[in-house]
């Protein structure tokens, strides 16, 4: 097979590992706290996970593992969308499980979690890790948005687990997948089983955090990926000087991606759309700042700029929440009618009589093709597909119509020209950087070490992140802990809760304090491709967003 020359010297990257790690795996011990509660709903959540509920949080210690030589088999899941460093994650829980037993082995579940429903896995052995060490992309076993949620779909992955004589199965998920991952594990324990579940934090969308949980995987990577393509542009449009540049951003709900990469190259405007939702901004306002921001750089002679959209934006916009929030409730109660239904035009027909009269109005105000991504299919776990809705086509258009309407009005006397883009795909299989080679590798050598201490129900979790790797705190924390009761696909569930940006956190205040000038000045600053070999201080640097947080 013909590799790169980089994919070549990734291969010989060794990632680093926090110290309790480090000692012979017979050395890696655990330090039990508290029992623990659920982020809400405690009583509720107590009765669905009546053997798994409230379990301590888990830290490694320099002790004893008696059973760390234990011969075991576990099967790896990937669950879920793309994010760099899923590979090494694996690649750690190999390594792990090779120094505890040269006979232990690793299967992948492939395609997701219906690897795991249909028994289609493939053993994962030297050769094939050795292939994926370092790289991004989950092409080694593949991965789905698969879940495990009937009664059969449990039963066959016990079936499966039995079949393959599987010790343990690792989710490797974002916030959806762990709640499968603690669905799975109170499952087995329902039915007598000692087949451990163990869950590792994915998602470039960075919402799957906690006070254990600094951050997702993928995230740094994916951020430095969009940051370095946003301030190319930025350079593009200084040097330029015609073309306002609209970038929506991957990230689903949450707006850290967009966050950090406002952080990172300082665009004239970037959204968060949880401030949105709190200031309970409109439509028309949201478009009003742009519009102010065109105008006054205008006014210096700067006819371009760059503007930041978080991909979920209209999910926090007040009038188009009740929207999708209606359309999905609609849906999922009617969803062979509704599915049977072909053509724009007798959709929204039907959906005249099935949702509230105000927001049936915004639905037909937008621009066909865009209300006609409202109502695409949704997610397995009903979540509208926010990256197929084109905010920034949406709010570029709105933005040209207002500017003619001030130009009108002699209220606006610059050249404007515009450029939609969107960046999501592209940074969800890049190279893993440093940061997150070694945070994947210690999440993966992580989990193994919480099978071979023989807990169940648990987060692999790594902390003390913006400090170097020897100083980072690994050990697990139980996934009840995290949960809470959500409405969900017209049904309440309990579910892990998304961290959101914190608008009274330090990256947002960060951000809000010089977001006035970036609106007016050119203040881009281009962070340059990733760098994987040269200078820690270049290399190994994590996200402002986590030094921030950290009070770096
Ligand atoms: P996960 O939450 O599964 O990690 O997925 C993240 C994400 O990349 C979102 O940012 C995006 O909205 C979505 O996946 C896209 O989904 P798909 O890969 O199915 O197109």
Known sequence: MEISVLQKERYAYKPKLPESLLHSVSEIAVELGQPTESVANQDELRKIFKHSYGK?????????????????????ILSGGQAPGGHNVIAGLFDGLKKGNANSQLYGLKGGPKGLIENDTIPLKDAIIDEYRNTGGFDIIGSGRDKIETDEQFAASLETAKKLGLNAVVVIGGDDSNTNAALL???FLDKGSDIQVIGCPKTIDGDLKNEYIETSFGFDTACKTYSE????????????????????????????????????????????????????????????????????????GHDFGVVLIPEGLVEFIPE?????????????????????????????????????????????????????????????????QVSRIDTEKLLEGMVAKKLAELKKKNAYKGKYSSLTHFFGYEGRCAFPTNFDSDYCYSLGFG????????????????????????????????????????????????????????IEG???????????????????????????????????????????????
Request: net charge positive.
């Open 229 to 300: 393509l946003i301030g190319n542009l930025c350079r593009d449009t200084n040097s330029a000087k015609k073309y306002w540049h609209f970038v929506k951003l991957m990230g689903r709900s949450a707006s850290h991606i967009a966050l950090e990469c406002a952080l990172q190259t300082q665009p004239n405007i970037c959204f968060v759309s949880e401030e949105v939702e709190a200031k309970h901004l409109s439509v028309e306002q949201i478009v009003g700042q742009i519009c102010d921001s065109v105008v006054k750089r205008a006014e210096r």
């Open 320 to 384: 188009m929440k009740k929207l999708i929030s209606e359309l999905n409730d609609a849906i999922a109660a009617n969803e062979a009618q509704f599915a049977a239904i072909s053509g724009f035009a007798d959709q929204l027909a039907w959906l005249k009589s099935h949702i509230d009269a105000a927001s049936y109005n915004i639905l037909q105000s937008l621009p066909a093709e865009i209300a006609q991504q409202f109502l695409m299919d949704r997610d397995p776990h009903g979540n509208v």
């Open 185 to 187: 594990a109170e499952y």
């Open 447 to 502: 989990a193994f070490a919480l099978i071979s201490l023989g807990l169940t129900g648990y987060l692999s979790s790594v902390r003390n992140l913006s400090e170097p790797a020897n100083k980072w705190k690994a050990g697990g924390v139980p996934l009840t802990m995290m949960m809470n009761i959500e409405h969900r696909h017209g049904k309440e569930k309990p579910v892990i809760r998304k961290a959101l940006v914190d």
């Open 506 to 552: 330090k990256p947002f205040k960060a951000f809000a304090a010089a977001r006035e000038k970036w609106a007016v000045e050119t203040c881009f600053l281009y962070p340059g491709a990733i760098q994987y070999f040269g200078p820690p201080s270049v290399c190994d640097d994590t996200t402002k967003t986590l030094k921030l947080e950290q009070g770096k």
């Open 56 to 76: 301590p949080i888990a830290a490694f210690v320099k002790g004893k593992n008696e059973a760390a030589s234990r011969e075991l088999k576990v099967g790896v």
